[in-house]
């Protein structure tokens, strides 16, 4: 890595662990759906491997805890609660969801840079741009774009803030797409096991990675089907199929060695489908896929009204501007077109810009959340966190790419200033709504409320 670049990332780095880390501790309660997950993650560090997975306790039972999911990321919770307790209890209980926070940031710049790389490999491309930088340095200033504008929205800081376990999932599902971008580059076997073992972790952490190895088994199989080389089957239904079935069962390794057995195992599974598919409560802050793509429905996890004229809240929401962002990016696309002087300029654009790598991209955001507009159980904003960082980079690309067609070098760095400054500053103003800071009653109205879906 250069000095430049580690410096940069550096920064963005330091910087996101700061926002994280800055009284954490508040609300000192549990809140949300920690009230489930904290519970479970307490009976774990104690050792008890079997009360959490009990999934009869009703009314009765003094406390709910999460049985419905796999244990991946409750182990890595128990694991700080246990053997980092001197540290005050929300501190402790939250501190791992800050640091997967943190290295889903790290995955998320590499993952950036490998995808600027792939797609800056076209000969076509050098008749548009106008940069005269190498390969690597446009990779890697498009990647620290990226990472700014990913770093900046609310629903990725909150979820990194309280001890659930869709910031785990976010890690892995971002590792597993690194891995397997980088392999389609490289062509090497080793990293796209690497994708597989991932994916995995992401299985053993929640059900929904399901989505994205049936995206990637499909994506294999048309490519050895269409390159004929049938002598990757095998290891590619190891990778992505096999894998992921050891690695879940093993998740579940304390479970069996406290006494339970494969009937237990299976019987538990059934019971976290059945939850999963029939699940009917409705909840006020429902929303569902169409609604998130739109920041439509965020979901108030906390407030405090104890001050008077003074409230504090905790908001899961979009980085408002990345939304409308990617509402925008067809009328940018279609002006960027219309610019275009010669049918031949047109098609070399078309050939830069819809190329394998981002139209594969294309279909791993999709992969990530539009699977559930097939179940009509209450749905959350939370669950489109997956699909996020694909936005940033669907996003990102085409104003990246633009910028580079540009002559001026003043004006390339005019565009790119404004496409992160304004993003950055909605995030500081927001940051009090998604961190529980006070803020006067009536500010709050004017600036966080003016939508009557947000409220």
Same mark, same amino acid.
């Given at each position: 890595?250069?000095?430049? &670049?580690?410096?940069? @990332?550096?920064?963005?780095?330091?910087?996101?662990?700061?926002?994280?880390?800055?009284?954490?501790?508040?609300? &000192?309660?549990?809140?949300?759906?920690? #009230?489930?997950?904290?519970?479970?993650?307490?009976?774990?560090?104690?050792?008890?491997?079997?009360?959490?997975?009990?999934?009869?306790?009703?009314?009765?039972?003094?406390?709910?805890?999460?049985?419905?999911?796999?244990?991946?990321?409750?182990?890595?919770?128990?694991?700080?609660?246990?053997?980092?307790?001197?540290?005050?209890?929300?501190?402790?209980?939250?501190? =791992?969801?800050?640091?997967?926070?943190?290295?889903?940031?790290?995955?998320?710049?590499?993952?950036?840079? &490998?995808?600027?790389?792939?797609?800056?490999?076209?000969?076509?491309?050098? !008749? @548009?741009?106008?940069?005269?930088?190498?390969?690597?340095?446009?990779?890697?200033?498009?990647?620290?774009?990226?990472?700014?504008?990913?770093?900046?929205?609310?629903?990725?800081? #909150?979820?990194?803030?309280?001890?659930?376990?869709?910031?785990?999932?976010?890690?892995?599902?971002?590792?597993?797409?690194?891995?397997?971008?980088?392999?389609?580059?490289? !062509?090497?076997?080793?990293?796209?096991?690497?994708?597989?073992?991932?994916?995995?972790?992401?299985?053993?952490? !929640?059900?929904?990675?399901?989505?994205?190895?049936?995206?990637?088994?499909?994506?294999?199989?048309?490519?050895?089907?269409?390159? !004929?080389?049938?002598?990757?089957?095998?290891?590619?239904?190891?990778?992505?199929?096999?894998?992921?079935?050891?690695?879940?069962?093993?998740?579940?390794?304390?479970?069996?060695?406290?006494?339970?057995?494969?009937?237990?195992?299976?019987?538990?599974?059934?019971?976290?489908?059945?939850?999963?598919?029939?699940?009917?409560?409705?909840?006020?802050?429902?929303?569902?896929?169409?609604?998130?793509?739109?920041?439509?429905? =965020?979901?108030?996890?906390?407030?405090?009204? $104890?001050?008077?004229?003074?409230?504090?809240?905790?908001?899961?929401?979009?980085?408002? @501007?990345?939304?409308?962002? @990617?509402?925008?990016?067809?009328?940018?696309?279609?002006?960027?077109?219309?610019?275009?002087?010669?049918?031949?300029?047109?098609?070399?654009?078309?050939?830069?810009?819809?190329?394998?790598?981002?139209?594969?991209?294309?279909?791993?955001?999709?992969? $990530?959340?539009?699977?559930?507009?097939?179940?009509?159980?209450?749905?959350?904003?939370?669950?489109?966190?997956?699909?996020?960082?694909?936005?940033?980079?669907? #996003?990102?690309?085409?104003?990246?790419?633009? $910028?580079?067609?540009?002559?001026?070098?003043?004006?390339?760095?005019?565009?790119?200033?404004?496409?992160?400054?304004? =993003?950055?500053?909605?995030?500081?103003?927001?940051?009090?709504?998604?961190?529980?800071?006070? #803020?006067?009653?009536?500010?709050?109205?004017?600036?966080?409320?003016?939508?009557?879906?947000?409220?």
């Amino acid at each position: 890595m250069k000095i430049k &670049e580690i410096i940069l @990332l550096g920064l963005i780095l330091l910087i996101s662990l700061f926002l994280r880390l800055w009284r954490l501790n508040i609300p &000192e309660q549990m809140y949300f759906d920690e #009230v489930y997950h904290v519970p479970a993650l307490q009976m774990l560090a104690a050792g008890d491997f079997t009360t959490p997975f009990e999934w009869w306790h009703r009314a009765d039972w003094p406390i709910y805890f999460d049985w419905l999911h796999p244990p991946l990321a409750k182990y890595l919770q128990a694991f700080t609660l246990r053997f980092f307790n001197f540290w005050p209890a929300p501190v402790s209980w939250r501190l =791992p969801s800050v640091l997967f926070g943190l290295m889903a940031l790290l995955v998320f710049y590499f993952l950036a840079k &490998e995808l600027a790389l792939a797609l800056l490999d076209n000969n076509k491309i050098n !008749k @548009l741009i106008k940069s005269k930088l190498q390969k690597e340095d446009l990779a890697i200033n498009f990647a620290l774009i990226a990472s700014a504008l990913f770093a900046s929205d609310g629903l990725f800081l #909150v979820q990194s803030r309280l001890a659930m376990n869709d910031i785990f999932y976010l890690f892995f599902t971002l590792s597993a797409s690194y891995f397997y971008f980088l392999y389609r580059r490289q !062509k090497n076997l080793i990293v796209f096991f690497l994708s597989g073992l991932m994916l995995a972790l992401a299985l053993s952490t !929640k059900w929904s990675a399901v989505w994205l190895i049936i995206l990637f088994l499909v994506l294999e199989l048309w490519r050895i089907f269409k390159e !004929k080389s049938y002598q990757q089957l095998a290891f590619v239904l190891f990778s992505l199929l096999l894998t992921p079935v050891v690695i879940y069962v093993f998740a579940y390794l304390p479970y069996f060695f406290s006494g339970k057995s494969l009937l237990d195992f299976f019987q538990l599974q059934k019971q976290i489908l059945n939850f999963q598919l029939h699940w009917a409560s409705p909840h006020p802050y429902q929303s569902g896929p169409l609604a998130w793509i739109l920041n439509w429905r =965020p979901v108030w996890y906390f407030t405090d009204l $104890s001050h008077s004229n003074w409230r504090q809240d905790i908001y899961a929401q979009g980085n408002p @501007l990345l939304f409308l962002y @990617l509402l925008a990016l067809p009328v940018f696309l279609w002006q960027w077109k219309k610019s275009l002087k010669s049918k031949a300029l047109i098609k070399k654009w078309q050939a830069t810009l819809f190329q394998p790598t981002y139209l594969r991209l294309l279909i791993v955001f999709l992969a $990530s959340f539009l699977p559930w507009i097939l179940f009509a159980r209450p749905m959350f904003f939370y669950h489109f966190l997956p699909a996020l960082p694909y936005l940033v980079l669907l #996003v990102a690309w085409p104003v990246y790419l633009f $910028s580079l067609t540009i002559k001026s070098k003043d004006q390339r760095r005019a565009l790119i200033f404004h496409f992160l400054f304004w =993003p950055l500053l909605v995030a500081m103003l927001f940051y009090p709504h998604w961190t529980a800071l006070p #803020v006067p009653e009536k500010a709050a109205h004017y600036l966080y409320f003016f939508l009557a879906n947000w409220r």
